[in-house]
């Protein structure tokens, strides 16, 4: 397995707080992703990065936000949760960014706003 | 709007028997193909993927079908285990696009006794 860790792995949040999401990879691979899931909707690109401090948007970036100051740590900040954003989130890693490239996908984050 | 489409939700079959997961896609330019499997409170995982100049991959029980011209891919699960069952997600990518994956909706597949 890939070595991909996510934390906090369950958050209940409220309304209009401010949340950070924590994916750590000990693999090196220079891409890292942020999904969401939802019932209806599989999982949708959020943000993602090709290397630090290089990032751009997914299809659903609007209400968060991303860093990544080191290879192996790419954070997933929403400013103010709302009750949309409540949902499950994967990071994932790739090492090439050729298509076809297999992302590999951490045990995902339940996040609830209340 | 929705580029890949799994229009199965769930799909239940016998142990022993073929399971065939079904998605169709919109976009033409789509170059590579892949299958996840995800348990519950799990991470999707790698099943199997297919190049678009290719027409099938096989990797020993599941298989891979791919039809261009009806923007089509199916896969194929024999004979069906217990252990499969799960919900996959078909994906599909566009070269150049550091690995950037569509999913579809995924499909619930039940596999009885």
């Known amino acids: 397995d890939a070595g991909i860790t996510q934390s906090p792995r369950h958050k209940v949040t409220e309304t209009g707080t401010p949340v950070t999401l924590r994916c750590h990879q000990t693999e090196n691979h220079r891409y890292m992703y942020w999904y969401r899931q939802d019932p209806g909707h599989g999982l949708r690109l959020i943000h993602y990065s090709y290397g630090v401090k290089d990032t751009d948007k997914g299809e659903v970036s609007d209400g968060?936000?991303?860093?990544?100051?080191?290879?192996?740590?790419?954070?997933?900040?929403?400013?103010?949760?709302?009750?949309?954003?409540?949902?499950?989130?994967?990071?994932?890693?790739?090492?090439?960014?050729?298509?076809?490239?297999?992302?590999?996908?951490?045990?995902?984050?339940?996040?609830?706003?209340? | 709007d929705q580029q890949v489409k799994q229009n199965s939700p769930s799909l239940s079959v016998q142990e022993g028997r073929i399971s065939i997961l079904?998605?169709?896609?919109?976009?033409?330019?789509?170059?590579?193909?892949?299958?996840?499997?995800?348990?519950?409170?799990?991470g999707p995982t790698f099943l199997i993927s297919i190049s678009s100049?290719?027409?099938?991959?096989?990797?020993?029980?599941?298989?891979?079908?791919?039809?261009?011209?009806?923007?089509?891919?199916?896969?194929?699960?024999?004979?069906s285990q217990p252990g499969d069952s799960a919900v996959y997600?078909?994906?599909?990518?566009?070269?150049?696009?550091?690995?950037?994956?569509?999913?579809?909706?995924?499909?619930?597949?039940?596999v009885t006794l």
């Open chain 1, 64 to 114: 968060y936000s991303v860093s990544r100051s080191k290879t192996e740590d790419f954070l997933l900040t929403l400013e103010s949760a709302t009750s949309s954003q409540t949902s499950v989130y994967f990071c994932a890693i790739s090492e090439s960014r050729l298509a076809g490239g297999i992302l590999y996908f951490g045990p995902g984050t339940r996040l609830l706003v209340l």
């Open chain 2, 22 to 42: 079904n998605c169709d896609y919109t976009n033409s330019m789509f170059d590579y193909f892949l299958w996840y499997k995800k348990y519950p409170a799990e």
């Open chain 2, 53 to 79: 100049i290719k027409d099938k991959n096989e990797d020993g029980r599941f298989t891979v079908f791919l039809n261009k011209s009806a923007k089509h891919l199916s896969l194929h699960i024999v004979p």
């Open chain 2, 89 to 110: 997600f078909c994906a599909a990518s566009l070269t150049g696009t550091a690995s950037k994956l569509t999913f579809g909706t995924g499909t619930r597949l039940q």
